[in-house]
């Protein structure tokens, strides 16, 4: 519970871990970070009062499994909140959904719904927490049939800002159902996540890796699985990696399998696009082979890059290393419009996008609703004074 995925997530040391064994000592310290000038909320009497943030405006940040790679997105200086005893994993055969605790990893949930023959729309490598890959979208092994993890989310266990528990569905407080789908913690702090299940038998999948001359024809199997698939059950992630050791490139058509943690700095960042042709493959594999000149210069280990994000370890400047991958992605996005993409309109996942992305490149004609939203549940902002791409 104290480890994030990437070196440069952390903002810093926090002064506090703050760990609620329930719902109702989250309220409590959210309470806590009200404005003194401001009257505060009545507290249920069986509340305890956890006088960490004090009656003033503390920094405070929220941690479900730390996979962003964002500094300070779930990180911070002041009080560090970690959700890993919202950890309970309950399926209901009535409803065919699973209540899933906000402060699991995806690796923890799929083994307790395996005995059920039922799935959700989870992550797809190790070490993703439920909370943030959710409520910034989440792209599963099946969202091709099912849609992103957010779409098959039925109700929302949320506390708002001024402290009230509040179970959220379309039908009780569609504004807010509507703002959680990628609207992060905005809004307050989502503990559980109700999502409808799926039955899942056994699945056929694995790694293959192919280097030098072998990389022509993958490129071309790869673009026509894109073109031309349609059987909704079938994936293929690629990643194109350069290698120090081997001086070419490999592509992966699968995500290995890690321990989902780093030690080194890291970051991600995406493109949107409306197909992937052979052109658009080869300048991702060119400005694979850039990044990875430029950084081995540098006495760098390793770069891997995929189609939709770009993620490396690194040591030196983090500020060139990240507009080094801006640069990256405008060379793809360049690649994909000269063939006769239209690509103006298409958002940015959010979930790999850089922390300085400008919101209406994610949020496009949504984000003056949400911030209406925003104002609405949280007036004093009290959830700006958490990490993330803020409303």
């Known amino acids: 519970m104290f480890s994030f995925y990437a070196a ?41 009062p956890l006088k960490i943030l004090g009656t003033t405006s503390t920094p405070f940040a929220i941690k479900s499994g730390g996979h962003t790679a964002n500094q300070g997105f779930s990180s911070t200086s002041g009080v560090q909140i970690a959700l890993s005893r919202f950890n309970a994993v309950m399926y209901d055969q009535a409803s065919n959904t699973a209540t899933i605790g906000a402060g699991l990893t995806w690796d923890e949930v799929y083994p307790k719904l395996e005995p059920f023959g039922v799935t959700v729309t989870g992550g797809r490598i190790s070490g993703v927490g439920v909370g943030g890959f959710t409520l910034g979208g989440g792209y599963s092994w099946i969202s091709n049939r099912h849609g992103l993890a957010i779409d098959s989310v039925v109700a929302f266990e949320l ?38 299940t799926f039955p899942m038998g056994p699945v056929w999948g694995g790694l293959l890796t192919y280097t030098g001359a072998n990389i022509g024809p993958v490129v071309q199997a790869i673009a026509d699985f894109s073109a031309n698939n349609i059987d909704a059950d079938a994936n293929l992630v690629a990643a194109s990696i350069h290698s120090p050791w081997l001086y070419t490139r490999i592509l992966f058509l699968a995500i290995p399998r890690t321990n989902g943690r780093c030690e080194d700095p890291g970051a ?8 992937l042709s052979v052109s658009v493959i080869s300048q991702i594999l060119n400005q694979t082979d850039r990044l990875g000149q430029l950084l081995r210069a540098a006495m760098i280990r390793r770069i891997p890059t995929t189609t939709s994000s770009r993620l490396w370890h690194f040591s030196g400047s983090d500020s060139t290393a990240r507009e080094d991958m801006k640069l990256a992605a405008a060379a793809i996005t360049a690649a994909a419009q000269r063939e006769g993409q239209q690509l103006a309109d298409l958002p940015l996942y959010s979930n790999y996008a850089l922390a300085d992305v400008p919101l209406h490149r994610l949020y496009t004609a949504n984000l003056p609703r949400l911030r209406r939203i925003k104002m609405k549940y949280d007036p004093l902002n009290i959830m700006g004074l958490a990490g993330g791409f803020r409303f």
């Open 8 to 48: 440069l997530a952390l903002l810093s040391q926090p002064w506090y871990w703050f760990i609620p064994q329930n719902i109702d000592g989250l309220m409590r310290i959210i309470l806590h970070a009200w404005p003194s000038s401001v009257p505060c909320p009545p507290v249920p009497k069986f509340s305890i």
């Open 159 to 196: 506390v708002l800002p001024d402290g009230e528990i509040t179970m959220v569905t379309a039908n009780s407080n569609p504004e807010l159902s509507f703002a959680l789908k990628g609207g992060y913690n905005n809004f307050g702090i989502v503990t559980n996540f109700v999502f409808k």
């Open 268 to 275: 991600m960042h995406s493109v949107s696009l409306s197909a």
